[in-house]
Each structure stands twice: as C-alpha cells, then as structure tokens.
C-alpha cells in the first residue's frame, strides 16, 4: 500500500508476556519514528531511526523496551514482560526527509496493545 | 524546554458555526516548526499545516485557516462553517531546528461537529 502499515493492529497480552510491534513506513523513507499514545493523550515520543541507524531512543520508558530497523526499512518495537502501564496505542511515522521531526509526517494507524 | 499547551480538551458546537482551536507553544530556539495534526476515529494523524517560525502570514485552505502569533507564542487552528466529518482530535505540535529527532504534542482538543 502507499501508506504506513502498523500490525497487528489489536494485541491483547497476559502480564509478564513479550510482544513485538511491527511497522511498514511508506517505501524510500528515511526517518521513522515510533510514538506512544495512552488514552485521552497525545503521541509522546519513544525513539527516531534514519535509515538502519537508532540516533534517539531517550522515550523509551525502560529497557524492557527495544527498537530495531535493521534494513533500514521495516521496523520492529519490542516489549519484554510487559506490565499493565504498558497499555497504550503505539503510533508508528515516516518522513522522507533526514530532519524528520521538522517535516511532514506520515503515521501508521497504530497497535493498540492492552495488557491484562 | 519545549512545551506545547492546548487548553480546550474538548469542544462541541453545531454544524455550520465557526470554532476556534488554541495552542500556545514554548520553545527556547529561534528557528523552529509548528503543525497541525488531524486523528479521525480510525486513529491515523493526518498532516494538515507546519509553519516555521520565520513566516508569520496567516494561512487559509479552504474551510481551515490558521492564525500564528509570536507574540503571544500561539498557533490557532479555525475551522469555519463546521461539517460533521470535522468530527476528531486535533494536535498541535512543534520541533526546533537542530532537533530534528522528534515532535513534541499538545494533549489535543477533541471536536464534536453536532448534526
């Protein structure tokens, strides 16, 4: 598709379980961001990829938290042993451009992950 | 520090009124970029304006229009004759030149166009 694909697009998980988020941006994009959106909020950032490289991952809320882009394109947000305040949507963005906070952006519709 | 405050966390008026979205930003930089951002029920943000911090000229586009002020640090977000599928929460966020790295967002407003 020509836009952000973020799946799965619902993740229920147990306490305690790991889940992996995945996010498609749109083909040649270079920035990527990840977001986190709890209820009634707005997107607070987690961490910024250009290309393959991770320049920022200081939103991250704790080291059970952990990014990768390995290729440079697909992108996946992993959370080990997830806890309760872990619940929340997690946006996914794209941009072409290397300054990608200062350009357009282009998001995903999210994974709303809710952890019981 | 960058901030980005949108004081009306929710807003309703009937179709066809004009409304007006506030956001009041601080930033210490000079150079900066502020934005508009649309999330429909489906969830996805939807671009819809970045300014920089060096064009103060209002702009319009279509029924939206956008009033910014650096004298009293605001970027207002108006709507007029409202439609239904206005219906959504509305960010406004800002980045500073050089911080390239991210986008920081206001709470939202959340508006509901009433039939």
């Known amino acids: 598709g020509a836009g952000v694909s973020q799946s799965p697009r619902y993740k229920v998980a147990k306490r305690g379980q790991d889940v992996a988020l995945r996010c498609d941006p749109i083909s040649g994009h270079v920035s990527l961001f990840w977001y986190q959106q709890a209820l009634g909020q707005g997107p607070e950032f987690l961490t910024y990829?250009?290309?393959?490289?991770?320049?920022?991952k200081s939103g991250l809320p704790s080291d059970r938290f952990f990014a990768e882009r390995p290729e440079g394109s697909v992108s996946t947000l992993k959370i080990q042993r997830t806890q309760q305040e872990d619940s929340a949507v997690y946006l996914c963005?794209?941009?072409?451009?290397?300054?990608?906070?200062?350009?357009?952006?282009?998001f995903g519709s999210g994974t709303q992950l809710s952890v019981l | 520090a960058q901030k980005v405050t949108q004081a009306q966390t929710e807003i309703s008026v009937v179709e066809k009124e004009d409304v007006t979205l506030d956001c009041v930003y601080e930033?210490?930089?000079?150079?900066?970029?502020l934005f508009w951002y649309k999330q429909p029920p489906s969830g996805e943000l939807v671009f819809l304006i970045r300014?920089?911090?060096?064009?103060?000229q209002n702009e319009i586009s279509g029924r939206y229009s956008w009033n910014f002020q650096k004298s009293t640090s605001s970027f207002n977000f108006t709507i007029t004759a409202s439609q239904v599928v206005d219906s959504a929460v509305y960010f406004c966020?800002?980045?500073?030149?050089?911080?390239?790295?991210?986008?920081?967002f206001g709470k939202g407003t959340r508006l509901h166009i009433l039939p």
């Open positions: 930033t210490r930089d000079t150079t900066y970029y």
């Open positions: 990829f250009q290309n393959e490289a991770q320049l920022d």
């Open positions: 300014r920089n911090s060096f064009d103060e």
């Open positions: 966020a800002l980045s500073e030149e050089g911080r390239d790295d991210k986008i920081i």
């Open positions: 963005a794209s941009s072409q451009s290397r300054t990608g906070g200062n350009e357009k952006l282009f």
